[in-house]
């Protein structure tokens, strides 16, 4: 078992291992050597990115619950706001790069086209979590109500990855498995907080 | 259209042109080669590449090469470059099948006999909204039907491609239901535009880029423009293929170029070309309207997609 204490020393080695690859696609884009279709590829990467460490929030969120693990809560807020980061690059890719800041037609777009739609309101869910996560508002807001605001996690881990699974066009199983993890922790939370206190009384 | 001799490449020419290119690469100086190529390519007054304007700058060979559709070999891009090494596209034949006079399978090497290998430089649009410009070397369909000689109820034509899982590694996953199925009307099949190719940039064609023979229609996505041809059947009914099964309402049969009828994916209105940052406005039927639009006059080409 890792105490909280020796956690909190292995902390700062997480974060750089996961804000390096926004620092390596950078130079990637720059250098050149990030393929023939390289804003695609940027995209493709930092949503990926978004998505998988939306996912593994909610998995630290779930098996934090357990004794021997709870000393994952500690990098929880970490993880969130780097989902949060890679989700904004994503965004910011589309704009920017892919349409160049053609918004008329990124409104379109996004209006338009379901998978876009479920990646944009993916975006949006997530940002009352961003503005809600230093400690400061949460001792205001008192830990209930952050709760819920905070339950945007699976709305939003649902949209985003649905919005992948959408975009595959083929060998829908990287997305399916992500679909799958959300739903498998989204009854475990319903069964928890539902069933279990109701079969108690 | 008529053809003059002067626009046609002698097929010596080709090979000795292929040998070139193979030694340029071993010395190094591709780049090199391949501009030479794109110049004598811009000059020649070649109808068929006419479409062609001054912003259409052929794309490289290494991005032609490593940037490809082929879930035979995979579904990422660079799969087909990366996992095709052990498929082996000689010896080469192609089964000519169904509704004609002479069903036969025929050698590769018979059918180059046959035929006088022509340069073609046409764009490539792919239904994911990216597009290329492609020095192809081919022949036209039309010749290949000529020798199979279709009987008169014969409407449409299916193509195959081979089905290999032992060479081609996608194919033991079942990414699509293989082997891998196009096809074309009649007419569509016969326009002058339609080809076979076996090469571009003056080499044969790489097993991730179709090898040793595909079929370009360069008004149609790119899906539509089926690699390693291994049967050629002609049908009376509008046969299946791949796409338009797997997800009718996402890929039509037609599956023309057509920048009004969008995607739900891609929106099919811009395309970024290989090569630049901004996007580019799609032509319709990737602006080859002037030679095709007669076969589809009175069609609605939003239910015909």
Redesign the interface.
């Known amino acids: 078992m890792i105490s909280t204490n020796t956690f909190r020393k292995i902390k700062p080695i997480i974060f750089l291992a996961i804000i390096a690859p926004s620092f390596l696609w950078s130079f990637q884009l720059i250098n050149g050597s990030l393929?023939?279709?390289p804003?695609?590829k940027l995209m493709d990467n930092l949503g990926e990115m978004g998505l998988r460490l939306i996912i593994a929030t909610l998995l630290i969120s779930s098996l934090s619950e357990f004794k021997k693990l709870r000393f994952l809560i500690d990098i929880r807020r970490m993880i969130g706001l780097f989902a949060f980061f890679y989700v904004t690059c994503h965004f910011l890719t589309y704009i920017a790069?892919?349409?160049?800041f053609d918004i008329s037609?990124i409104i379109k777009?996004i209006l338009?086209?379901?998978?876009i739609t479920f990646g944009f309101l993916s975006f949006v869910f997530l940002i009352p979590l961003v503005i809600t996560s230093p400690k400061k508002i949460l001792k205001k807001l008192g830990y209930n109500v952050w709760k819920k605001i905070h339950y945007l996690i699976y709305p939003a881990a649902l949209l985003s990855s649905v919005h992948f699974f959408?975009?595959v066009?083929?060998?829908k199983i990287e997305p399916a498995i992500y679909i799958f993890i959300i739903l498998v922790l989204l009854l475990y939370r319903f069964y928890y907080k539902v069933i279990v206190p109701r079969l108690a009384q | 259209m008529k053809i003059l001799p002067s626009e046609i490449t002698p097929y010596k020419n080709y090979i000795n042109r292929r040998k070139f290119i193979k030694s340029s690469i071993a010395a190094g100086v591709f780049i090199g080669a391949s501009t030479t190529l794109k110049a004598s390519h811009l000059a020649e007054d070649n109808p068929f590449n006419s479409q062609l304007d001054e912003s259409d700058t052929l794309n490289t060979f290494e991005d032609i090469t490593t940037y490809n559709n082929f879930y035979e070999f995979g579904m990422g891009k660079t799969d087909p470059s990366e996992n095709s090494s052990n498929f082996n596209p000689k010896p080469w034949s192609i089964s000519l099948e169904g509704l004609i006079n002479y069903p036969q399978v025929l050698d590769l090497e018979k059918i180059l006999n046959k035929v006088t290998i022509e340069d073609r430089v046409y764009r490539l649009r792919c239904v994911e909204a990216w597009s290329m410009v492609i020095p192809w070397q081919g022949f036209p369909l039309a010749e290949i039907i000529k020798i199979a000689d279709p009987l008169s109820s014969a409407k449409y034509i299916q193509f195959v491609t081979v089905f290999r899982p032992e060479e081609m590694p996608g194919q033991k996953r079942r990414l699509l239901p293989w082997p891998y199925v196009e096809g074309l009307r009649m007419d569509e099949a016969m326009h002058p535009l339609t080809i076979l190719s076996t090469g571009l940039y003056g080499h044969d064609l790489l097993n991730q880029s179709g090898a040793p023979i595909r079929l370009v229609v360069p008004w149609k996505y790119g899906f539509k423009s089926i690699k390693s041809v291994t049967t050629i059947k002609f049908v009376d009914k509008q046969p299946d293929a791949t796409w338009s099964m797997l997800a009718p309402s996402e890929y039509g049969f037609y599956s023309n170029v057509n920048n009004n009828v969008d995607h739900p994916r891609w929106s099919q209105g811009t395309e970024r070309r290989i090569g630049e940052f901004k996007r580019r406005k799609t032509l319709m039927f990737n602006g080859y309207e002037e030679e095709v639009s007669y076969m589809y006059e009175g069609m609605d080409l939003k239910k015909y997609y």
Not at chain 1, 97 to 100: A, P, R, S, T
Not at chain 1, 112 to 115: H, S, T
């Open positions: 393929g023939v279709n804003i695609e790069l892919d349409h160049f037609f777009d338009k086209r379901p998978f959408m975009l066009r083929a060998n």
